[in-house]
C-alpha cells in the first residue's frame, strides 16, 4: 500500500494552518498519519501545533524536530547551534509513513518557501521531492481579510513555477461578523487563483473540544474536499 500525501501550507503564519491540518484529519477516512516536520516555539509547557492537531483530530501526529525559539526553523537551528534533518531526510520519512498509511498529512512551518533546514531546502523543495514518486495534494490556507489576495497568489504562483499545481485554498479563519473585504475575499480568491475554495473554517475553531470539532468539521469542507 502507497498512501496519497497532502502537504498544507499557509500564505502566512497565524492563517490557521494548524486547525485546517487537523480538519483535514478528523474528516479523512481510513489510515491517516500527520506529520509536522520541523516545530519551532516550543516552550515548557506549552502546547505545540502538533499537540493542538491531536487534541482535536485524534490522531497521533510525528513531530519531527523541535526548537525553542519562535523564529524560521533554519534561523532557529542556527541561532541554537544544533543539526536539524534535511527535507531529503524529512521525504524518506514521509515516504516510510506514505507505505504504511491510506493518507499523510504534512502541516509546514510558516508559508511555503520557509527554509526547513539549515541547507536552505524548503516546504516547496519537499513537496517536489514526494511528488516524483506519490500522489501529492498542495493545499493553501489562507486569510479572510484585506492583503490576502496578494499573499495567495504568491504562493499559489511559487507552487505552479515549481509544476505544483494546488489542490484547492482553505480560508484558516472566517470572523463571526465579516466585513467587506472578507465577503469580497470569498469570491475573488478562487476567482484570482483559479483554485477551488475547499473549506472555510470559523473563527475560533480550534478552541472547540474534540468531540464538538469532529462533529463540526465536515460541515466546514461543504465546498468539496
Known sequence: ??????????????VGKTVATAALAATSGGSVAVVKPVQTGVADGMPSDADEVGRLSGIDVHELATLAEPLAPDTAARRAGVAIPTVAQHADRIRGLAAAHDLVIVEGAGGLLVRLDT?????????????????????????????????TELTVGAA?????????????????RPGLAERCNLEDLPRVTGLPLLAVLPEGAGALTRDEFLAQAGAWFSNGS
Open 1 to 14: 500500500m502507497t498512501g496519497r500525501v497532502v502537504i498544507v501550507t499557509g500564505t502566512s503564519t497565524g
Open 119 to 151: 541547507d536552505g531546502g524548503t516546504l516547496l523543495d519537499l513537496a517536489v521531492d514526494l511528488a516524483a514518486a506519490l500522489s501529492v495534494d498542495l493545499v493553501v490556507v489562507t486569510a479572510a481579510g484585506l492583503g490576502t489576495l496578494n499573499h
Open 160 to 176: 505552479r513555477a515549481r509544476g505544483l499545481e494546488p489542490a484547492g485554498l482553505v480560508i484558516g479563519s472566517w470572523p463571526d
